[in-house]
């Protein structure tokens, strides 16, 4: 099996080549940016009909097989040798069984409040740790449902961190009435002085964000914490401008990444049903269609962002919601506005929108594995045996991987 280092040092060379296809923010293009230089690539995304690039969108396997022919093909005209065969990398699954890891009628107690999927990754998530001695430390614990079902399927002492005090007080009442051997800490994970990380520990985070899960491993290491097991998700929720890498070798990499470019991993829809992606492009399709009017406007030809809005919106009309963008973003509309015809624009530049993010996804699996990899890389030049594996079905969640690091 090739070394961490080395395909972390092979997937940088792929991702810094290949920037140019998915180190994009759609929403500024008014074509496609790369089509002059990949045009077997853009005609490809212009042949596909809007209703079939969701369903190539959801498996990795059809995106790659509907768009690979053309990529090669670019690159041969272009004299390029690209190691393609990585976008189709995956980490090791672990061995899951299905069931509960406690008893069913326990686990209709301890699963109560909890939606289905969240469950399921707990469940398999807990199937992953070692049923050892040491305490446990689950790290941004919320109510602490993950650390509740390890202290009663291995019989283990769980410290749960948690900064909010009601979630602390839930999980502390929780914890009191199945007489578990939990206990729970209101504290900042930022907060080094207050962290409880030592030697002998196992830590824990199930889908800590973006810095929570970094300032662990971080904070861990420095500790010597024997075990660490972490799922990270959102790494876009940073506090710098641009992304930190951690290893030796992520941290001398050409790339440059934003917060939007760390978003690349996330734009997945798996798990939305036909109402939700039908709700999310109608979305796109107004907030493109306000750009379009806002730029008329302002005589600016720059994107504007505006805030989230409510599903609720939705249901109303276009006009309503440009009158109420252009009051979040103190823009003054004219009088008469021809909201059709902006509508239709906004329309027509989604059609775009999606076929740039679509080729842009070719590379979420391997830009996500190189996250993944700078954390493991980091690990283990701070002396641990580290693996990286996938603990549940894509189908779950697709963040799904998990880092296992012991000293």
């Not at 009663?152 to 009191?176: H, I, N, P, T």
């Not at 978003?263 to 798996?270: G, R």
Request: one cysteine or more.
């Amino acid at each position: 099996m090739i070394a961490h280092n080395a395909l972390l040092s092979q997937l940088d060379t792929l991702l810094v080549q290949s920037r140019e296809l998915w180190q994009v923010k759609a929403f500024n293009c008014d074509a496609l940016p790369w089509q002059e230089r990949f045009p077997h690539l853009a005609e490809c995304v212009w042949s596909l009909d809007d209703c079939e690039l969701d369903n190539i969108d959801k498996v990795q396997a059809d995106l790659l097989a509907y768009l690979l022919p053309a990529l090669k093909a670019d690159l041969a005209d272009l004299g390029l040798e690209w190691r393609l065969e990585l976008l189709d990398i995956k980490a090791p699954s672990t061995q899951t069984h299905q069931s509960e890891v406690i008893g069913q009628q326990d686990a209709g107690h301890f699963s109560a409040g909890i939606k289905g999927r969240k469950w399921a990754q707990i469940n398999a998530f807990t199937q992953q740790i070692d049923n050892g001695q040491s305490e446990v430390l689950e790290w941004c614990a919320g109510k602490g449902h993950l650390g509740r079902l390890i202290a009663k399927a291995y019989d283990r002492q769980v410290v749960s961190l948690e900064w909010q005090q009601g979630l602390c007080e839930a999980g502390e009442v929780f914890a009191k009435q199945w007489q578990l051997p939990q206990r729970f800490i209101c504290a900042d994970a930022f907060d080094a002085q207050q962290s409880e990380l030592k030697v002998e520990q196992q830590a824990v985070a199930l889908h800590a964000c973006g810095d929570l899960h970094v300032r662990l491993l971080h904070l861990a290491t420095k500790a010597g914490t024997r075990d660490i097991a972490i799922s990270p998700c959102c790494y876009h929720l940073i506090q710098a401008q641009e992304y930190q890498a951690m290893s030796r070798l992520g941290i001398k990499s050409e790339l440059r990444l934003t917060r939007h470019d760390l978003q690349l991993p996330l734009q997945q829809s798996t798990i939305a049903n036909e109402k939700q992606l039908s709700l999310r492009h109608k979305e796109i399709a107004w907030r493109l269609g306000f750009d379009c009017l806002q730029r008329d406007v302002r005589e600016v030809s720059q994107y504007l962002p505006i805030p989230s809005i409510k599903q609720s919106q939705l249901s109303g009309e276009f006009a309503a919601f440009c009158v109420w963008a252009a009051e979040q973003k103190a823009v003054t509309l004219p009088k008469v506005v021809d909201f059709e015809h902006f509508l239709h624009l906004g329309i027509e530049r989604q059609k775009l929108t999606r076929r740039v993010d679509l080729v842009a996804h070719l590379f979420r699996a391997v830009f996500e594995h190189w996250l993944l990899l700078d954390r493991v890389c980091f690990l283990e030049e701070q002396g641990y045996q580290v693996s990286l594996e996938v603990f549940c079905d894509n189908a779950i969640t697709p963040r799904n991987s998990l880092i296992k690091a012991k000293r």
